[in-house]
């Protein structure tokens, strides 16, 4: 930074501060008024904004001192209020690059004497290191705080941060909410019947066969609901088709759970039953409609994935099941099957809709909120069936893990028994 050319770039601005005068008033005569104010813009950081705007303010400041005669330069020493105004404005300029970047202000040598020196500079490759430091490893809680005041986010990015150290940008958030959205819509038109309409859709998390509530890995899929059925889609989102869709007819629907779903012990946000909730939507496997998209030779249909006991074995084929055996596994099983869904962390950052564009004027506040709306409505469709009684909606947890339970006397192993 050549800092010479500050004193140039005060001279150029001198008719500018002229005409913007400051406010003076006497008594209750006004002296003068101003007429502006002066606003810099930084191009790449804090520090260099730091040290153009304290020139100003002390050109200003001079002017002012000078009309009510309280200047005495001592013949071309620093005087007292320099000293001073140089002092507040650098400790003003730490402070608020302490909140910022997690150091002093760069550069505060010149700011507070006004010339550059070798310990000055030695002192910004300090601070800069540490800002290195700062942004990689501990700077995200204070971003999730900063989002959270602002109301960027909601108080799941907390959650998110005891996870996984970090929070996403609530700018992410939004596109991701987009994406879903519109992974919803591209299901609806691929999925559901020419003669349904769909009344609602939501991405939730759930294990990824059916039959089982806790697995090695869960995925994002899509729930759909119309006046006759309801859709379980799961979804490719890097390739933006559907891989596999099961149409369960309201009627078959012979039950609902609710309650809590906690699969981690980790933190409190992680144990709390309020912020880690789903459902289990039980039906008869009779007359549910499976279908594969065939778009990759990577999505196989798993007979057992469906959770029909009547499976039959595809070894040797490596393109998956048959049409044939696909159709026979559906028609000739009539167990009930069991869906399980664990609601996503709600943030203020996303967008609730109904497809369709209607708004949703209320959106939940946290995850059991959203399972109580879901059930709620699919309750509701299902009472048009005459299906539901005092027992189609029972509460209770659907996981939760339990105490510490060391097996191994001499190892001591630590295992989480989950009381399912």
């Not at 008719?15 to 813009?41: E, H």
């Not at 144990?271 to 409609?289: H, K, T």
Request: aromatic share 10%.
């Amino acid at each position: 930074m050549r800092y010479e050319n500050i004193s140039k770039l005060i001279t150029q601005m001198d008719r500018t501060f002229s005409k913007q005068g400051f406010y003076w008033i006497s008594g209750s005569t006004v002296m003068s008024q101003q007429k502006g104010v002066f606003r810099v813009n930084c191009i790449d950081c804090l520090d260099r904004t730091n040290v153009v705007e304290s020139a100003f303010a002390r050109h200003v400041l001079t002017t002012q001192l000078e009309a009510v005669a309280l200047l005495n330069e001592g013949g071309g020493a620093r005087s007292e209020a320099d000293s001073v105004f140089n002092d507040v404005w650098a400790n003003n300029g730490d402070a608020i690059s302490r909140a910022y970047a997690g150091t002093s202000a760069l550069k505060g040598d010149f700011t507070r004497t006004g010339k550059r020196d070798l310990l000055g500079m030695v002192n910004d490759g300090y601070n800069s290191l540490a800002r290195v430091y700062t942004s990689t490893f501990s700077d995200w809680f204070s971003q999730s705080v900063i989002d959270f005041m602002l109301g960027y986010r909601g108080i799941g990015v907390f959650t998110e941060f005891l996870q996984t150290l970090s929070s996403a940008d609530p700018g992410d958030i939004v596109r991701l909410s987009k994406v879903r959205e519109a992974a919803i819509e591209h299901a609806t038109s691929m999925v559901i019947l020419a003669d349904e309409r769909l009344m609602v859709g939501w991405t939730l998390l759930s294990p990824e066969n059916m039959n089982a509530k806790l697995a090695d890995k869960f995925e994002e899929k899509i729930l759909l609901l119309t006046g006759k059925a309801i859709y379980v889609v799961r979804y490719d989102y890097a390739l933006e088709k559907v891989k596999m869709s099961t149409r369960v007819p309201l009627g078959d629907i012979v039950g609902i759970q609710k309650g809590a779903y906690i699969l981690s012990t980790l933190n409190s946000q992680t144990r709390d039953p309020i912020m880690n909730y789903g459902l289990v939507i039980s039906f008869l496997a009779a007359r549910q409609d499976t279908r594969v998209t065939s778009y990759s030779l990577r999505n196989q249909y798993n007979p057992s994935s469906t959770g029909k006991g009547n499976t039959r074995s595809t070894a040797g084929n490596s393109f998956g099941a048959t049409l044939s055996q696909i159709l026979s596994d559906t028609q000739s099983n009539s167990e009930v099957v069991s869906v399980a869904f664990k609601s996503l962390p709600v943030d203020s950052a996303r967008i609730y809709t109904v497809i369709g564009g209607v708004e949703v004027q209320d959106p939940p506040a946290n995850p059991r909120e959203v399972v109580d709306k879901i059930v709620e409505l699919v309750k509701k469709a299902c009472n048009d069936f005459g299906i539901v009684d005092d027992g189609f909606v029972v509460e209770g947890d659907i996981v939760r893990y339990g105490g510490l339970f060391c097996i191994g006397a001499s190892k001591l192993l630590g295992s989480w028994i989950p009381i399912v």
